[in-house]
Protein backbone atom coordinates (compact mmCIF):
# COMPACT_ATOMS: atom_id res chain seq x y z
CA UNK A 1 0.00 0.00 0.00
CA UNK A 2 1.60 3.17 -0.94
CA UNK A 3 1.23 6.24 1.75
CA UNK A 4 2.13 9.69 1.02
CA UNK A 5 2.37 11.78 4.54
CA UNK A 6 3.19 15.23 4.89
CA UNK A 7 4.09 16.95 8.20
CA UNK A 8 5.09 20.24 9.12
CA UNK A 9 2.67 22.51 8.52
CA UNK A 10 0.95 25.54 11.06
CA UNK A 11 0.46 29.09 11.76
CA UNK A 12 3.25 31.64 11.33
CA UNK A 13 4.01 35.45 10.58
CA UNK A 14 4.65 36.57 7.99
CA UNK A 15 8.50 36.72 6.97
CA UNK A 16 8.72 33.54 9.32
CA UNK A 17 9.88 30.21 8.02
CA UNK A 18 8.66 26.66 7.70
CA UNK A 19 9.77 23.48 7.28
CA UNK A 20 6.98 20.29 5.41
CA UNK A 21 8.60 16.84 4.87
CA UNK A 22 7.03 14.77 3.20
CA UNK A 23 7.57 10.54 3.63
CA UNK A 24 7.05 7.87 0.88
CA UNK A 25 6.25 3.92 1.93
CA UNK A 26 4.84 1.47 0.07
CA UNK A 27 7.91 1.97 -3.10
CA UNK A 28 11.20 2.58 -3.56
CA UNK A 29 11.67 5.93 -3.26
CA UNK A 30 15.00 6.83 -5.11
CA UNK A 31 12.60 5.66 -8.23
CA UNK A 32 10.32 8.85 -7.91
CA UNK A 33 10.85 12.24 -8.60
CA UNK A 34 9.11 14.00 -6.26
CA UNK A 35 6.49 17.88 -6.39
CA UNK A 36 4.60 19.78 -3.79
CA UNK A 37 1.66 21.46 -5.10
CA UNK A 38 -0.69 23.55 -2.47
CA UNK A 39 -4.21 24.91 -3.26
CA UNK A 40 -5.23 28.20 -1.59
CA UNK A 41 -9.37 28.53 -0.69
CA UNK A 42 -11.37 29.16 -4.10
CA UNK A 43 -8.42 28.85 -6.07
CA UNK A 44 -6.94 25.99 -8.27
CA UNK A 45 -4.34 23.42 -7.21
CA UNK A 46 -0.80 25.25 -8.33
CA UNK A 47 2.95 23.98 -9.01
CA UNK A 48 5.28 25.10 -6.05
CA UNK A 49 8.42 22.82 -6.64
CA UNK A 50 10.33 19.49 -7.77
CA UNK A 51 13.07 17.46 -7.72
CA UNK A 52 14.09 14.49 -9.60
CA UNK A 53 14.58 11.00 -8.07
CA UNK A 54 18.50 11.49 -7.06
CA UNK A 55 18.04 15.40 -6.32
CA UNK A 56 20.45 16.72 -9.21
CA UNK A 57 17.41 18.45 -11.05
CA UNK A 58 15.17 20.72 -9.11
CA UNK A 59 12.93 23.28 -10.05
CA UNK A 60 10.18 26.04 -8.86
CA UNK A 61 7.65 28.36 -9.30
CA UNK A 62 8.68 31.30 -10.61
CA UNK A 63 6.89 33.49 -6.54
CA UNK A 64 9.29 30.94 -4.67
CA UNK A 65 12.36 30.06 -6.04
CA UNK A 66 13.60 32.84 -4.63
CA UNK A 67 12.24 31.69 -0.58
CA UNK A 68 11.95 27.88 -1.20
CA UNK A 69 13.95 25.17 -1.12
CA UNK A 70 13.28 21.39 -2.45
CA UNK A 71 15.46 18.75 -1.15
CA UNK A 72 15.25 14.93 -0.93
CA UNK A 73 16.80 12.40 2.17
CA UNK A 74 16.74 9.07 0.26
CA UNK A 75 17.87 7.10 2.75
CA UNK A 76 14.62 8.48 4.64
CA UNK A 77 12.63 8.23 2.10
CA UNK A 78 11.09 11.65 2.77
CA UNK A 79 11.04 14.98 0.75
CA UNK A 80 11.47 18.03 2.22
CA UNK A 81 10.28 21.93 1.80
CA UNK A 82 11.51 24.64 3.00
CA UNK A 83 10.01 27.82 3.03
CA UNK A 84 11.87 31.30 4.29
CA UNK A 85 10.01 34.55 4.55
CA UNK A 86 6.77 33.65 4.28
CA UNK A 87 3.96 35.75 2.79
CA UNK A 88 0.31 35.20 3.31
CA UNK A 89 -0.13 34.65 0.07
CA UNK A 90 1.61 31.17 0.31
CA UNK A 91 -1.44 30.42 2.75
CA UNK A 92 -2.48 27.23 1.03
CA UNK A 93 -2.93 23.35 1.52
CA UNK A 94 0.50 22.09 0.37
CA UNK A 95 0.41 18.50 -1.12
CA UNK A 96 3.49 15.98 -1.79
CA UNK A 97 2.99 13.90 -4.71
CA UNK A 98 5.31 11.06 -6.21
CA UNK A 99 5.96 9.91 -9.82
CA UNK A 100 7.42 7.15 -11.24
CA UNK A 101 10.64 8.25 -12.98
CA UNK A 102 12.25 5.36 -13.70
CA UNK A 103 14.53 7.59 -16.75
CA UNK A 104 15.22 10.56 -17.28
CA UNK A 105 12.05 13.03 -17.47
CA UNK A 106 11.80 17.21 -18.69
CA UNK A 107 11.12 18.95 -15.57
CA UNK A 108 8.08 20.43 -17.45
CA UNK A 109 6.24 17.19 -16.74
CA UNK A 110 6.70 17.75 -13.13
CA UNK A 111 5.23 20.90 -12.70
CA UNK A 112 1.68 19.51 -13.73
CA UNK A 113 -0.58 17.92 -11.13
CA UNK A 114 -1.98 14.93 -13.44
CA UNK A 115 1.40 13.35 -14.17
CA UNK A 116 1.97 12.38 -10.82
CA UNK A 117 0.90 8.62 -9.26
CA UNK A 118 0.24 9.26 -6.02
CA UNK A 119 -0.84 12.17 -3.62
CA UNK A 120 -0.67 13.16 -0.21
CA UNK A 121 -3.80 14.24 1.80
CA UNK A 122 -2.62 17.67 2.01
CA UNK A 123 -1.64 19.76 5.29
CA UNK A 124 -2.23 23.64 5.96
CA UNK A 125 0.33 25.85 6.52
CA UNK A 126 -1.29 29.84 7.49
CA UNK A 127 0.71 32.79 7.23
CA UNK A 128 -0.61 35.45 9.42
CA UNK A 129 0.12 39.11 8.32
Known amino acids: QVQLEEFGGGLVQAGDSLRLSCALSGRTFSTYAMGWFRQAPEKEREFVAA????????FYEDSVKDRFTIYRDNAKNTVYLQMNSLKPEDTAVYYCAAKYQPTPIATTVLSVSDNYDYWGRGIQVTVSS
Open 51 to 58: ISWSGSHR
